[in-house]
């Protein structure tokens, strides 16, 4: 059974960065995505990001394409968030997951770390 940690978030200004870390542990090549999501106070689990972990392939939600990069070290078993011109609604805990294939909603992800939060101060 895979595992999943993340970490990397914290409190940063409007305009800054950040990069999230997802490391995997037991058998994260079963599945064949890594993807972000985020979940904001009162809101529903959003999508971010989906790589795939074989070719590569990537997928962003509307509302990051342009900011966000999402990246993976099958090496180290290792997923990336980075994270350019936050924004206050950027703010969220952030959670990686993995998938059989790069869906947008969350119920179609098996595994799930426990989130990292992240807030964007104006």
């Known amino acids: 059974q895979a595992q999943l940690v993340e970490s990397g978030g914290g409190l940063v200004q409007v305009g800054g960065s950040l990069r999230l870390s997802c490391s995997a542990s037991?058998?994260?090549?079963?599945?064949?995505?890594v993807g972000w999501f985020r979940q904001a106070p009162g809101r529903a689990r959003e999508f971010v990001a989906a790589?795939?972990?074989?070719?590569?392939?990537?997928y962003y939600g509307d509302s990051v394409k342009g900011r966000f990069t999402i990246s993976r070290d099958n090496a180290n078993n290792t997923g990336y968030l980075q994270m350019n011109s936050l924004k206050p609604e950027d703010t969220a805990v952030y959670f990686c997951?993995?998938?059989?294939?790069?869906?947008?909603?969350?119920?179609?992800?098996?595994?799930w770390g426990q989130g990292t939060q992240v807030t964007v101060s104006s």
């Open positions: 790589i795939n972990l074989r070719g590569g392939n990537t």
């Open positions: 997951a993995l998938s059989p294939a790069p869906y947008s909603r969350p119920e179609e992800y098996r595994v």
């Open positions: 037991g058998r994260p090549f079963s599945y064949n995505v």
